[in-house]
């Protein structure tokens, strides 16, 4: 069975500061991995993926992530954070044939403040 | 090209009423998911479809929720009776599916239920 942890429901950082935001996996199989964004009432929307091509995915807003196989983790960060960051990122996984089960973490709420 | 389109955004009712909630995935995406997410939680998935057939209904309360996807193309979710524990958002969401498989889910805004 796959599942993600996301470790930090909130994190707050200052305005300019790096952010991460950390996610752990678990996955029998080599995983897709994803980071989205939900800003306040709208549906999720993609950052990044992870589909077993390059280690370092680079996604749009200046995030990125890197897959770790070693430590099963696949962080979210980005050197310089902004204003229009805040919103809650999820991490997830999927299985790369099949039926392509997709599972969520919990969510981690980004405060940024001025 | 169309994103996916759900409908209502919001819904209000009472305990033990009914609802229905539509989603319209993007033309052509073979998998449609419905996902509930509760205030402050993660999405958990409801339903999943490949094109007409169920592939995945395991967390879904099917004493009271059911949904369909008639023609592989929209989908509906019903909830009858409804609890207080059902308010939450339901979000809508469809992928290429496979043989052209993307790895990413496309979502909807959303539908808001909120049981009194």
């Known amino acids: 069975a796959q599942s993600v942890t996301q470790l930090g429901s909130h994190v707050s950082v200052s305005e300019g500061a790096l952010v991460l935001l950390r996610c752990n996996y678990s996955?029998?199989?080599?995983?897709?991995l994803f980071w989205y964004v939900q800003y306040p009432n709208q549906g999720l929307q993609l950052l990044l993926k992870y589909t077993s091509a390059a280690t370092l995915v680079k996604g749009i807003n200046g995030f990125e992530a890197e897959f770790k196989k070693s430590e099963t983790s696949f962080h979210l960060t980005k050197p310089s954070a902004h204003m229009s960051d805040a919103a809650e990122y999820f991490c997830a996984v999927s299985g790369t044939s099949g039926t392509y089960k997709y599972i969520f973490g919990t969510g981690t709420r980004l405060k940024v403040l001025a | 090209e169309a994103g996916v389109a759900q409908s209502p955004r919001y819904k209000i009712i009472e305990k033990r009423q009914s609802v229905a909630f539509w989603c319209n995935p993007i033309?052509?995406?073979?998998?449609l998911y419905w996902y509930q997410q509760i205030l402050g939680q993660g999405p958990k998935l409801l339903i999943q479809f490949q094109n007409n057939g169920v592939v995945d209904d395991s967390q879904l309360p099917k004493d009271r929720f059911s949904a369909e996807r008639l023609k592989g193309v929209d989908s509906t979710l019903k909830i009858q009776p409804a609890k207080l524990e059902d308010s939450a958002v339901y979000l809508c969401?469809?992928?290429?599916?496979?043989?052209?498989?993307?790895?990413?889910?496309?979502f909807g805004e959303g539908s808001r239920l909120t049981v009194l």
């Open positions: 033309s052509g995406h073979a998998t």
């Open positions: 996955s029998s199989v080599p995983p897709y």
């Open positions: 969401a469809s992928s290429s599916g496979a043989g052209g498989h993307t790895g990413e889910l496309f």
